[in-house]
């Protein structure tokens, strides 16, 4: 099975950075790409930035959503099992818990699907 950590959240002023952290282990068949993700209580999670492919062999697209293009740039290494989350600039409404995701097929067989970790928390206040 297929384990992500998450790393690096905290408590940080408004206009502050911090940066997230993710790694996968165990046995990926087929990793597409990563990204990440945030909640808050009673509210849907939703993307902040992911860095993916649509096939196997089509190039990785990267994909901010509003809220976080100009300020946060996702990164993820060459096996597409690691990602970093940079966050500049946070503001109060920031505030959630972050969730790292993998896109991947983990066996021959399986379906392509998104695996996430447990999730770090993030708190923007004075």
């Known amino acids: 099975q297929v384990q992500l950590v998450e790393s690096g959240g905290g408590l940080v002023p408004p206009g502050g950075s911090l940066t997230l952290s993710c790694s996968a282990s165990?046995?990926?068949?087929?990793?597409?790409?990563m990204g990440w993700y945030r909640q808050t209580p009673g509210k849907q999670r939703e993307l902040v930035a992911e860095i993916t492919s649509a096939e196997t062999m089509s190039p990785l697209v990267t994909r901010y959503s509003d809220f976080a293009k100009g300020r946060f740039t996702i990164s993820v290494d060459g096996r597409k099992t690691s990602s970093s989350l940079q966050m500049n600039g946070l503001k109060t409404e920031d505030t959630a818990t972050y969730y790292c995701?993998?896109?991947?097929?983990?066996?021959?067989?399986?379906?392509?699907?998104?695996?996430y970790g447990r999730g770090t928390q993030v708190t923007v206040s004075k």
């Open positions: 995701a993998l896109d991947a097929r983990l066996d021959v067989t399986g379906i392509r699907r998104d695996y």
């Open positions: 165990g046995y990926i068949y087929h990793p597409y790409g």
